[in-house]
């Protein structure tokens, strides 16, 4: 648990970054409504107090998913937010969509991976040399799938099985990562902002989801999670 010196700490850094800005109230869903501490020049602005409670919950989660050895997918494709999406899967070691979510990637995994297990074998062959006996023509045409299988599966390479948990920023734009999520029984931590709806995710955490520098510190806060996590794997199995 954290101490109060720590909680404050944690929300008056949830400040700086404009975690607490909300949108209009108009936008409101009304599963946000208790996370709401008030409006400022029409923008709704949230409860920090209630969104570190949010946190926290969120953070244990998927320390736990961790700790059980299973992954977490880092999901984000609006262009506020996908540098901080990439900083966070990588400091988690984890994988990620950072960009447009590909259907199929949980509900048709299977399929999916067979894409991947060919984007690793053109690789392979490029590695070692492979592509010479092609044609120029040929090599350039095979340099272009390997691009656009790098766009479209690049960041989920690692993920060999389903995923212990999605962390997604803004649920409402990812709603079809959110949807596969929910079909294949994947828990979803989301930084949600107070146009969506709560009750479709299993963690929300209420705060700003378009902001990068908001984006940064929820993710930043979730990898870490997960990092410490692993680490105390090893303990949980004595």
């Not at 648990?1 to 869903?29: C, Q, W, Y």
């Not at 995923?163 to 929910?182: H, Q, S, T, Y």
């Not at 994947?186 to 378009?210: E, G, K, Q, T």
Request: hydrophobic share 45%.
């Amino acid at each position: 648990m954290p101490t109060a010196k720590n909680k404050d700490s944690i929300i008056e850094a949830m400040f700086k970054v404009g975690a607490h800005f909300g949108l209009l109230k108009s936008r409101r869903h009304p599963s946000t409504k208790g996370f709401v501490f008030g409006v400022k020049n029409n923008i709704e602005i949230f409860d920090l107090e209630k969104t570190h409670e949010e946190l926290e919950k969120a953070k244990a989660f998927v320390a736990s998913v961790a700790a059980s050895g299973k992954q977490a997918l880092f999901v984000g494709g609006k262009s506020e937010v996908i540098e901080a999406v990439k900083a966070a899967a990588n400091k988690a070691g984890q994988p990620m969509v950072a960009g447009r979510w590909i259907g199929g990637t949980l509900t048709n995994f299977v399929q999916i991976r067979k894409r991947i297990e060919k984007y690793e074998n053109r690789l392979k062959e490029k590695e070692k040399g492979d592509l010479a006996k092609y044609t120029k023509k040929e090599r350039l045409l095979i340099d272009r799938e390997i691009a656009k299988l790098e766009l479209m599966f690049g960041g989920v390479v690692s993920m060999r099985e389903k995923p212990g948990v999605l962390i997604v920023v803004d649920p409402k734009k990812e709603f079809i990562a959110v949807e596969e999520a929910r079909q294949t029984g994947v828990p979803v931590v989301a930084i949600a902002s107070s146009d969506c709806d709560l009750s479709l995710v299993n963690f929300a955490i209420p705060a700003n989801d378009s902001s990068a520098a908001s984006a940064t510190f929820f993710l930043d806060e979730l990898a870490r999670a997960y990092a410490e996590g692993k680490v105390a794997k090893p303990e949980a199995k004595k």
